[in-house]
């Protein structure tokens, strides 16, 4: 029953969300953002979505999580994966499998990290030129996306860090 709902979330988190890189965003510059709704989990607060032209934009990371997947970026792409766990090895892998899998996870995790850092700076530059507070708070709420974004990454990365020591 667990794999359905996790399946169900993993295929609704496709159908309302969209990625974080710079060529879907660059369709959402200038729109205003309508509208915030939280993200829950039977009862428990995962995130929130934004709401942009009557589409939600759920946080993929958060929901995929809470449904039991560890979620990476590659490649201008969503990755979600199985958990792997230090006690239980995944679909017959050995534990260096393992463990490059989860390094593997870490360098994809920190590539996003980068990534998100340079856009705070790109879009602090553009803000230095705005002159309407409109045109800042949009830059300004992008910016604070992204360093959730940062942040989330960080949790992810420490939790791969704890898979891996367990593995050692």
Request: charged share 30%; glycine share 8%.
């Amino acid at each position: 029953m667990k794999k359905y709902i996790a399946g169900f979330l993993a295929g609704a988190v496709f159908v309302l969300s969209a990625t974080a890189f710079a060529d879907d965003i660059k369709s959402l510059v200038g729109k205003k953002i309508q509208g915030e709704a939280a993200v829950e989990l039977n009862g428990q607060a995962l995130d929130t979505a934004i709401i942009v032209d009557g589409k939600s934009y759920a946080p993929v990371r958060a929901i995929g999580e809470a449904a039991g997947y560890d979620v990476s970026m590659q490649n201008k792409k969503i990755i979600l994966d199985e958990k792997v766990s230090a006690t239980t090895p995944g679909k017959g892998q050995s534990v260096e499998e393992q463990k490059a899998k989860i390094e593997e996870r870490i360098k994809s995790n920190n590539e996003a990290r980068k990534v998100y850092e340079d856009k705070i700076v790109y879009n602090e530059k553009i803000i230095e030129g705005l002159t309407t507070q409109a045109e800042k708070e949009f830059y300004l709420a992008a910016i604070e996306s992204y360093k959730s974004n940062i942040k989330t990454l960080d949790e992810g990365n420490a939790k791969l860090e704890a898979q891996l020591a367990a593995l050692k």
